[in-house]
């Protein structure tokens, strides 16, 4: 199995230097490759593949020295991300999206990671006991290893955040190791806006709103860098602000979202969630709703991160043993979880009153014992249709 290690890098002034000049030169080589590959196609009607764009790299070497001071391999994976871009972009057109996404150039500043795609080999190492890195053409950059590396080093990517700030990504393969959950409980979430979460014995998850509690600040130095005129450095230090305000919200609902989705799949054996649509959500386009109630709605979906929520889970679930199913979203706050009967309910309607049974209880209660009774249904015809060994 594969997982992924993240280190905050520290960097010397020559160093970050260094890093910066060898993320423009990947970006140089980023917009010739493509620039390549789109005259390919434009004035002789084929496709260049990426070995015909490696072999092209060698005469840009020759050409342009300075590409010297870059790994090769580094280089070289800057071709495989345009050449995946390209996979994507026919994807999308054999489906028939309506976005279909013609990868762009990057603008001076855009490209922001570099990959070692051969962390294994010599001139690579992160070494956990002196907190320090060693990167080929770089030198040893001092960071926080937080945790030990466990497994197979196979990917090495340094990416430069918005606000400045080095982080190292570290993917590692080890043996996977089935684990059995010491509990025995189960339960079933029902992800909402009033609450974050509320789980099938009724306990209830508050929502922070993190956006909503800096929203203020946000629009402050927002005004403030609107106010100073473009391509200043004043507007650039302004833009520098703003970006550290967003990245103290990411921050925030990260933290979140981790340390709760670990203290869940500790706790529980089998933790079933709806199977979101969350883009379609954002995309819906209800008629009896202001545009300012439309994009507020948005904002407070976008706010509480619930395909973030269900994806920690599901890689925590690998650990601790426990299980993660996806259910069906079609009815779960409708159908009654006593008697099974439809109860049709608008979205203002926050209790569950069944006139069959006599049932009233909260309604995302109601939702998420449904989501638990399906989960439990989908996970033993699984087990069912599963060959016995």
Known sequence: MLKAYQYRLYPTKAQASSLRKTLDICRKVYNNT????????????????????????TVWKKEYPYLNEVHSQVLQNVQVRVDLAFKAYFRRVCEGADELGYPRFKGKGRYDSLTYPQAYAPGHKVDIQNQMVTLPKIGKIKGVFHRPVEGDIKTITVRRSSTGKW???????????????????????????????????????????????????????????????????????????????????????????????????????????????IKKMLESDEPERTRKEKRALKRSISDVAW?????????????????????????????????GKLVYKELKDRVHLCPFCGLSMDRDLNAAINILRLGTQSLSARRIRSPVL
């Open 34 to 57: 493509l620039a390549l590959r789109r005259d390919a196609w434009e004035y002789d009607q084929r496709t260049a593949s990426l070995f015909e764009t490696n072999r092209e790299l």
């Open 167 to 277: 982080y190292l990504s570290v993917a590692v393969e080890r043996p996977a190791v089935i684990r059995e959950h010491p509990g025995e409980e189960i339960t079933g979430i029902d992800l909402g806006l009033s609450s974050f979460a509320t789980l099938s014995n009724g306990e209830h998850i508050a929502n922070p709103r993190f956006f909503r509690t800096e929203e203020q600040e946000l629009a402050r130095v927002q005004r403030k860098r609107d106010a100073i005129p473009k391509c200043s450095k004043a507007r650039i230090r302004a833009s520098e602000v703003v970006a550290r305000v967003h990245e103290r919200i990411r921050n925030k609902r990260s933290n979140f979202i981790h340390q709760t989705s670990r203290q869940l799949v500790d706790r529980f054996k089998l933790i079933a969630f709806e199977d979101l649509n």
């Open 307 to 339: 395909g973030q929520m269900v994806r920690a889970a599901q890689n925590k679930a690998v650990d601790a043993g426990s299980s993660v199913v996806l259910i069906n979203p079609c009815n779960t706050s409708q159908i009654c979880s006593r008697c």
